[in-house]
């Protein structure tokens, strides 16, 4: 016996197909369409017309030259990337070990990435630094193996905004 919900729940549908199936084959209303279409080929070219003589207008100015300019000089950084300061050498682990800044963490299934220095690395990547491997992963922190000397670094979760402001 369905539930009184799932009833409800049918009872819905079944108004929603009856109402679609009206509209469908019974309303022959059609939307009426009040612009002919030599009206509207007509409002094009007038646009069109315009736009071209203010494109025209524009080529003449400085405003365009002034951009052009702006846009062919060399960018001294990229500005979509925004890149935390590193951290000081003396708030590092180990003085041998390069700071290290972890700023992103994605999981996706059991898959568990890791930003730190602005590149992506997984459980078990190597990093580019020294040979460090990344032994795990989670929100709070990253831990990572340091070969050489048979130990595990932790690097905790710095937000980039904390770190643009410091």
């Known amino acids: 016996m369905p539930s009184r919900r799932e009833i409800i729940l049918l009872c819905l549908a079944l108004v929603t197909l009856l109402v679609g199936g009206y509209i ?32 025209a207008k524009l080529e003449s100015n400085g405003p365009r030259k002034a951009l052009q300019r702006i846009l062919n000089e060399t ?49 078990g990547d190597t990093l580019e630094i020294a040979g460090l491997r990344v032994h795990s992963i989670s929100r709070q922190q990253v831990r990572i193996r340091v070969p050489s000397r048979k130990q595990l670094l932790t690097v905790p979760f710095t937000d980039i905004e904390q770190a643009e402001n410091n």
């Open 24 to 55: 469908l084959y019974f309303d022959t209303a059609e939307i009426q369409n009040t612009a002919s279409p030599d009206a509207r080929t007509q409002e094009v070219k007038a646009f069109s017309a315009t736009a071209t003589a203010r494109l």
């Open 75 to 123: 960018w001294t950084h990229d500005p979509f990337i925004r890149m935390p300061r590193q951290q000081k050498e003396s708030e590092s682990a180990d003085s041998a070990i390069p700071a290290m800044l972890y700023t992103g963490f994605i999981e996706m299934g059991d898959v568990k990435i890791a930003i730190i220095n602005g590149k992506e690395y997984e459980q």
